[in-house]
């Protein structure tokens, strides 16, 4: 099978399938129902949670099969991961061993194997990570090209995006007044993903387009004068200094969700179905 190519859209609707029915895979849904319908079609489901698979298939069609994750690679043309970290790589390598197109969101899941790499050089697969919620990537992607020197990334959340967090298993919350602000943690984005799988997908996708996970350096901060989720980026190298500040909106379903990750993964759905691609 061909693959990302406009006319391979045109000649076949593309076969969708979703793993994780939430937030992020219920708004794919549904603006692949709205707006990408000449060029594809959510054919399958699948959710831990087999109910809310179901409560979505009433959403985008009655003909869609509610399915187990690897039914849903082998049949599906592109896969839409929006489940879990713990999920994504077993996606990312199964998918690829049959030559699928991958679009994953939980992006942490990825860090901890360069298996999946190796992979993808032998399939005729490909996998897609869009930005998600920050902004610079494209600078990123291209500075790679010569030497770079640092890639810093401060998340700042309010506490309630941060609990339930594991490293808070074994920590506790810093105690919070007025307008204080508190760094929770400083390190490598391979530990920020482990400590915060949740909540640094930004941390892994900086990551990878960058200078890897051992070198990426995160601080995550809260405060109770946060109000939404902000990441802030900062880029060293031969090329420059490059640093972009992301203050980001929730999603209208999930205040958890940074709007700008769907919104940004629905950009990567345009290329996929589009034959011109604008930046880098
Ligand atoms: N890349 C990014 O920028 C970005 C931004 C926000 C969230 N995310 C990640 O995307 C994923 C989805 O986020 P969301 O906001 O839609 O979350 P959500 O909690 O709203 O939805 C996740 C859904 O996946 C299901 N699920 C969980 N584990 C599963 C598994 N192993 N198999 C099948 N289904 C499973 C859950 O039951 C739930 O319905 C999360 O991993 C999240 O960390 C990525």
Same mark, same amino acid.
């Given at each position: ?17 979703? !793993?994780?029915? #939430?937030? $992020?895979? =219920?708004?794919? &849904? ?6 990408? +319908?000449?060029?594809? @079609? ?86 897609? !990570?869009?930005? #998600?919620? $920050?902004? =610079?990537?494209? &600078? ?6 010569? +030497?770079?020197?640092? @890639? ?129």
């Amino acid at each position: 099978m061909g693959h990302g190519s406009f006319f391979w859209g045109i000649m076949h609707k593309l076969k969708v399938g979703i !793993i994780g029915c #939430g937030t $992020i895979g =219920g708004a794919l &849904g549904k603006w692949i129902k709205a707006k990408f +319908k000449k060029m594809a @079609v959510v054919a399958y489901l699948c959710d831990h949670h087999e109910e809310k698979a179901y409560s979505l298939k009433k959403k985008l069609g009655r003909t869609i099969r509610v399915v187990s994750l690897r039914e849903l690679i082998r049949k599906a043309d592109l896969i839409i991961e929006a489940a879990s970290a713990s999920v994504s790589r077993e996606v990312v390598e199964f998918g690829l061993k049959h030559h699928k197109m991958l679009l994953i969101m939980s992006v942490g899941g990825l860090l901890d194997s360069d298996r999946w790499f190796k992979l993808a050089c032998e399939s005729r697969g490909r996998v897609w !990570i869009p930005s #998600g919620a $920050i902004a =610079g990537v494209d &600078g990123i992607s291209a500075a790679r090209n010569t +030497k770079i020197r640092r @890639v810093k990334l401060i998340t700042k959340k309010p506490p309630l995006g941060l609990m339930g967090a594991p490293y808070f298993q074994k920590k506790c919350f810093p105690r919070l007044h007025g307008k204080r602000e508190v760094c929770v943690f400083r390190g490598s984005a391979l530990d920020a993903v482990k400590a915060f799988p949740q909540n640094v997908n930004v941390a892994a996708i900086l990551s990878l387009a960058g200078i890897g996970p051992r070198r990426t350096e995160v601080e995550i901060w809260t405060s109770l004068r946060y109000r939404v989720n902000e990441h802030e980026i900062y880029v060293e190298g031969d090329s420059g200094k490059i640093r972009t500040v992301t203050s980001n909106a929730p999603s209208p379903e999930n205040a958890k969700t940074s709007y700008l990750a769907i919104l940004s993964a629905v950009a990567v759905l345009k290329k996929i179905f589009s034959s011109i691609e604008i930046g880098t």
